[in-house]
């Protein structure tokens, strides 16, 4: 069957009261942006998971997602050298049928949820938001107003400068650099603010200006506020956004739903490295800022806004928590199928039940900021933005005919470990 209604999570969710618990102190005196040094590509970094130090990999050239190791991936690495009997793996694929009926139910059972819990909930974090948001003091008050502002605008490309700077980069040459060598040249600098700016639609119009000569003038005026807007103007904004998400009340239970495609902000496709990531045991770390969305079909449309294509029918789901020899065969074969095929990861749709995550609701936080409540146009997206630092471990993955549904659990890593909290 298609993908359609809602996410549950194979547990009772928990009621509303007790999916919001207030922060502990997090493990690492380091809040709001992480420090980042030109030595290493955007991503590629040693950091911090409940205060124990892990290196992470870059899945994509922004660096924005990476992937990093624990004890569970590493268990799942050692069970891909045990050989498995060619003739099994041959009668299993031989079984589409049963492994398609199989991954439907599975995936009815994750769409089957109790709507109410999942409205009672939301609707406490965005009167738990607005509390926070009325606590503000004035100052910080108008960052956090400052920074929403800029991560809502109409195009895309402040989103993508926030979340170079929450990595920790001064500046966007500093990050560029770090990507690669040749962004020493700054005639390459200077070609990708040009190429930046025509992507993002922020070059202003000819018929604003009076002539030719004043519509360069304009155009310049846009390159060089785009090669200093990060500490000029954003670096503040999202150190106070960053700040205010880590001292949210904590979410556990709570479900959640992120439709990513797997072609990248530069056009780059990447979807097959972050399942090939997950499908290997690893850990998909959100470097920058991570949105979410409380409503299933607006989770489906973010991952297939750029495919002319749905997500299609299930195909088999892959179990990452057993040991079971068909689980492996079909790990096996979803590698197999991505080396060969890319594309069949280019909708990703994540399902993920959250435990002691920090997120605010971005809906309630622009009500609660403005002078006037009026709706903003993306009011309707039910967004639950968290911060950095985020990370989800996958423990089911339905390959779809054209994506892939991830059900996981979603935590904050900057927060102590869970044997801590008690």
Same mark, same amino acid.
């Given at each position: 069957?298609?993908?359609q209604?809602?996410?549950?999570?194979?547990?009772?969710?928990?009621?509303?009261?007790?999916?919001?618990q207030?922060?502990?102190?997090p493990?690492?005196?380091t809040?709001?942006?992480?420090?980042?040094s030109?030595?290493t590509a955007?991503?590629?970094?040693a950091?911090?998971?409940?205060?124990?130090?892990v290196?992470?990999?870059?899945?994509?050239s922004?660096?924005?997602l990476?992937?990093?190791?624990d004890?569970r991936?590493?268990?799942?690495?050692?069970?891909?050298?045990?050989?498995?009997?060619?003739?099994?793996?041959?009668?299993?694929?031989?079984?589409?049928?049963?492994?398609?009926?199989?991954?439907?139910?599975d995936?009815?059972r994750?769409?089957?949820?109790?709507?109410?819990?999942?409205?009672a909930?939301?609707?406490?974090?965005?009167r738990?938001t607005?509390?926070?948001?009325?606590?503000?003091?004035?100052?910080?008050?108008?960052?956090?107003?400052?920074?929403?502002n800029?991560?809502?605008?109409a195009?895309?490309?402040?989103?993508v400068?926030m979340?170079?700077a929450a990595?920790?980069?001064?500046?966007l040459?500093?990050?560029?650099v770090?990507t690669?060598?040749k962004?020493r040249?700054?005639?390459?600098?200077? #070609?990708?603010?040009?190429?930046? @700016?025509?992507?993002?639609?922020?070059?202003?119009s000819? %018929?604003d +200006? $009076?002539?030719?000569?004043?519509h360069?003038r304009?155009?310049n005026?846009v390159?060089?506020?785009?090669r200093t807007?990060?500490p000029?103007?954003?670096?503040?904004?999202?150190?106070?956004?960053?700040s205010?998400?880590?001292?949210a009340?904590?979410?556990?239970?709570?479900?959640?739903?992120?439709?990513?495609?797997?072609i990248?902000?530069?056009?780059?496709?990447?979807?097959?490295?972050?399942?090939s990531?997950?499908?290997?045991?690893?850990?998909?770390?959100?470097?920058?800022?991570?949105?979410?969305s409380?409503?299933y079909d607006?989770?489906?449309?973010?991952?297939?806004?750029?495919?002319?294509?749905?997500?299609g029918?299930?195909?088999?789901?892959?179990?990452?928590?057993?040991?079971?020899?068909?689980d492996e065969?079909?790990?096996?074969?979803?590698?197999?199928?991505? #080396?060969?095929?890319?594309?069949g @990861?280019?909708?990703?749709?994540?399902?993920l039940k959250? %435990?002691q +995550? $920090?997120?605010?609701?971005?809906?309630?936080?622009?009500?609660?900021?403005?002078?006037?409540p009026?709706?903003?146009?993306t009011?309707?997206?039910?967004?639950?933005?968290l911060?950095?630092?985020?990370y989800?471990?996958?423990?089911?993955l339905?390959?779809?005919?054209?994506g892939?549904?991830?059900a996981?659990?979603?935590?904050?890593?900057?927060?102590?470990?869970a044997?801590?909290?008690q």
């Amino acid at each position: 069957m298609p993908v359609q209604n809602h996410y549950a999570h194979r547990m009772n969710p928990m009621s509303a009261a007790s999916t919001l618990q207030q922060p502990t102190a997090p493990a690492s005196s380091t809040h709001g942006p992480q420090s980042a040094s030109a030595a290493t590509a955007p991503g590629h970094h040693a950091v911090r998971v409940h205060g124990q130090p892990v290196i992470t990999r870059p899945l994509n050239s922004s660096g924005f997602l990476s992937a990093f190791s624990d004890e569970r991936s590493r268990w799942i690495q050692q069970r891909a050298r045990h050989p498995i009997h060619p003739g099994q793996a041959q009668q299993l694929r031989a079984n589409a049928d049963a492994l398609a009926s199989h991954a439907s139910a599975d995936l009815d059972r994750i769409c089957e949820m109790d709507k109410y819990t999942v409205e009672a909930t939301h609707a406490l974090l965005d009167r738990r938001t607005t509390e926070m948001a009325a606590r503000l003091p004035p100052e910080q008050k108008q960052n956090v107003a400052a920074a929403l502002n800029h991560y809502r605008a109409a195009h895309a490309g402040d989103f993508v400068m926030m979340n170079i700077a929450a990595m920790g980069y001064q500046d966007l040459t500093h990050y560029l650099v770090s990507t690669n060598d040749k962004f020493r040249d700054p005639e390459e600098v200077q #070609e990708f603010l040009h190429q930046f @700016a025509s992507d993002f639609f922020l070059y202003p119009s000819s %018929e604003d +200006a $009076a002539n030719e000569e004043e519509h360069e003038r304009n155009a310049n005026a846009v390159i060089e506020q785009l090669r200093t807007r990060i500490p000029d103007t954003l670096a503040g904004p999202v150190a106070s956004l960053a700040s205010f998400i880590d001292t949210a009340p904590r979410l556990s239970g709570v479900p959640l739903m992120r439709g990513q495609s797997g072609i990248g902000h530069d056009g780059e496709f990447e979807g097959d490295r972050i399942v090939s990531a997950l499908l290997n045991g690893e850990n998909l770390r959100f470097n920058g800022f991570c949105s979410t969305s409380g409503d299933y079909d607006i989770a489906e449309n973010f991952a297939t806004q750029q495919q002319e294509k749905q997500m299609g029918e299930p195909l088999y789901t892959i179990d990452l928590t057993t040991n079971s020899v068909k689980d492996e065969c079909l790990r096996r074969d979803a590698l197999r199928a991505l #080396e060969n095929e890319p594309e069949g @990861a280019t909708s990703l749709l994540f399902m993920l039940k959250t %435990e002691q +995550a $920090a997120g605010v609701s971005v809906p309630a936080l622009g009500q609660a900021l403005r002078d006037e409540p009026e709706e903003h146009m993306t009011d309707v997206e039910s967004e639950i933005l968290l911060g950095p630092g985020h990370y989800m471990q996958a423990e089911q993955l339905i390959r779809m005919e054209h994506g892939y549904v991830i059900a996981g659990t979603l935590r904050n890593g900057n927060a102590p470990a869970a044997n801590d909290l008690q």
